[in-house]
């Protein structure tokens, strides 16, 4: 049960694949990501060889996940558990390595920017580590180039919900405490088409009723009401949008405009209620 090596100054080699299957879910309002992947974790045992030929060809057996040493590897941006059904077995090869493939739902932590809302592009990082082992004791790899994650991916890749899958990356990297990481840096764009027709099209719209209060007499008494009217949708607009979106210093540009737009019409209200009172 302890790292399966003859000379314990000896580094295990582990080699982590992800293949994403869907994009699940992105709230913006809790900067949270989740996805459905494919996860392939290998790594090799120096006790566990054999002469398959000794054995009449067997050059795999499959066992218990339990009765093995795992390399403790996680994601550090995950948030809650995984709650995907996951395989019972490792597999071993006679020549000494070690797999195990599992299914997980990720529900990882992403910091957004939304300053270009509903246009937005949005990267997230996967991050794989180990807990207790040093580059000393575990070296974390991945096996293929960017070329080939991303024509993997993007063959693997089933449903994107609203959003676009652009690019997936992955690099190796060592903190100045010693562990290796292997992050990979999901790239996805947003599908704008229903924001569009929820959001971008009605402020257009009220930006139309707003020059239309021009054409309205001041001396009809109309006016101040229509543009009470107007400010009430764009504030209302607003309450939507906060919702959604997450808290942050980048405020995204439709929210500006629109707050621009409802900070000017009070001037507006009040030159009016002057001529009207006059």
């Known amino acids: 049960m302890s790292r399966p090596v003859k000379d314990y100054r000896s580094r295990t080699k582990v080699a982590v694949r992800m293949v994403m299957n869907g994009i699940l879910d992105v709230k913006e309002a809790e900067q949270v990501l989740i996805i459905f992947v494919w996860i392939r974790m290998a790594w090799h045992n120096e006790f566990l060889l054999w002469n398959a030929t000794d054995f009449c060809g067997l050059e795999r057996i499959y066992i218990d996940k339990q009765s093995l040493w795992k390399p403790d590897v996680l994601i550090e941006e995950t948030l809650d558990k995984n709650k995907a059904p996951t395989g019972p077995y490792l597999q071993i090869k006679n020549d000494g390595w070690v797999s195990i493939t599992e299914n997980n739902v990720v529900i990882s932590a992403c ?34 180039n960017n070329t080939l994650i991303m024509k993997r991916n993007t063959k693997m890749i089933r449903t994107q919900f609203e959003w676009w899958f652009l690019n997936m990356s992955a690099i190796n990297e060592t903190d100045r405490d010693g562990f290796t990481r292997i992050v990979y840096t999901i790239t996805m764009k947003r599908r704008p088409a229903l924001y569009i027709v929820n959001f971008l099209l009605p402020v257009l719209f009220f930006l139309c009723l707003d020059l239309a209060s021009l054409l309205i007499s001041d001396t009809s008494g109309e006016k101040l009401s229509y543009k009470i009217t107007v400010l009430l949708a764009v504030t209302l607009m607003q309450i939507l949008l906060n919702e959604i979106l997450p808290s942050s210093d980048n405020i995204p540009l439709i929210c500006k405009e629109a707050l621009r737009l409802t900070l000017i019409r009070p001037s507006y209200l009040l030159y009016m209620t002057k001529n009207s009172s006059n």
């Not at 270009?116 to 974390?140: A, G, H, L, V, W």
């Open 111 to 144: 910091r957004m920017d939304v300053y270009r809302f509903p246009f937005d592009i949005q990267s997230c990082n996967i991050s794989f580590k180990s807990i207790m082992y040093r580059y000393t004791e575990i070296e974390s790899l991945f096996t293929h």
